[in-house]
């Protein structure tokens, strides 16, 4: 059975009552946000980004860039994932560029997952490797002489501190490092993981009712980094479903897009506003990375997990099992602040 976490936090507000005034807050107030990672370790957070350089993975690494509060080491490419590993990695340098950050190291792995051949379809994959026909500046950082297993692996070896893995695609590129490395495990304050649907419809579509994209496209991946003995945070469709991407927030954006990565992000949304009047776009991985810098925009629970590597209707599925590996999934998110907490920091208030 599922433990809140909420409940630990209050066991250990009350075991801490001897030191501290108060753990709750008065009535009437706003209640205290919970930990964030920089809290936890009293340092500025060191951050990897592994992702497959999708249009939602754009406005999540944008944000980051943005936020003073942690430090982004590195940017892992999956190829794997939506786009190519070419224009994946000249994408991923362009953004960087944008945010003004040359110094960051981007490598990609591998284009094909550890196991199976599923894959995102061509439509998708040919809309984000041309950039959906926006531009960005020309990344004057070479990429590094190293794939992005390499790249992942020096640097979580080499941090003074431990690193915490911000995941927004396939996770065969982090997968793939903790086989080989397995200690790197060891290093990692924790794998924020945008993907699976536990108690709630996946969106592969089709016979699969029960799988996320990120998920289904290298399962066998997701169970090695489940099972790495890492601690892992689940953002997942259960929390997304809470953080759509509505009309109503776009045409906030279009009234104050005041910075460069702000413009970019709704030059973006314009090139989907067919998507966003579906109403089946939502804010899947700049949630992830928000919860990353502020995890009292959701909810928790800790769950016992598999992953289903076998093909068929649930290939990709993130089950609840008893014998599982333990992961704190993300079951709902404050869709409205982070809305507000979003768009202030990608106009760098």
Not at 19 to 30: D, E, I, M, R
Not at 244 to 259: I, M
Not at 315 to 341: K, L
Request: overall charge negative; aromatic content about 6%.
């Amino acid at each position: 059975m599922s433990r809140r976490l909420e409940f630990r936090v209050l066991g250990s507000c009350v075991a801490l009552s001897l030191l501290l005034a108060a753990c709750k807050a008065p009535p009437g107030s706003s209640p205290s946000p919970s930990p964030s990672v920089r809290s936890l370790t009293g340092q500025t957070p060191s951050v990897i980004i592994d992702t497959d350089m999708a249009a939602d993975d754009w406005m999540a690494i944008l944000y980051l860039l943005q936020r003073p509060d942690v430090s982004i080491e590195a940017i892992s490419v999956t190829g794997a994932g939506e786009a190519h590993c070419g224009p994946g990695i000249e994408h991923a340098l362009g953004l960087v560029a944008l945010a003004g950050s040359d110094d960051i190291p981007v490598a990609c792995g591998r284009e094909t997952p550890l196991e199976g051949d599923h894959t995102f379809p061509s439509s998708w994959r040919n809309a984000v490797d041309n950039l959906y026909g926006l531009t960005l500046p020309h990344g004057t950082n070479p990429p590094p002489d190293q794939t992005a297993v390499e790249l992942l692996t020096s640097v979580i070896q080499s941090s003074p501190q431990k690193v915490t893995l911000l995941t927004l695609g396939p996770l065969t590129n982090v997968a793939e490092a903790l086989q080989k490395s397995p200690a790197l495990a060891d290093n990692l304050e924790m794998i924020y993981i945008m993907g699976g649907a536990v108690d709630v419809p996946g969106n592969v579509g089709g016979s699969n009712r029960v799988a996320e994209w990120n998920i289904y496209v290298d399962p066998h991946a997701a169970n090695v980094v489940l099972e790495s003995g890492a601690p892992i945070t689940l953002v997942s469709l259960d929390a997304t479903n809470h953080v759509p991407l509505t009309t109503a927030f776009y045409e906030q954006l279009e009234d104050d897009h005041t910075s460069p990565e702000a413009t970019f992000v709704f030059d973006l949304l314009i090139e989907n506003r067919g998507f966003i009047s579906s109403g089946g776009y939502y804010f899947w991985d700049p949630l992830a990375a928000a919860i990353l810098t502020d995890e009292s925009l959701a909810d928790f629970e800790m769950r016992q997990l598999t992953v289903v590597e076998e093909e068929g209707p649930e290939s990709g599925y993130t089950r609840p099992v008893q014998d599982g590996a333990s992961v704190r999934v993300a079951i709902s998110a404050d869709g409205s602040r982070f809305e507000r907490i979003f768009l202030d920091t990608l106009n760098g208030r």
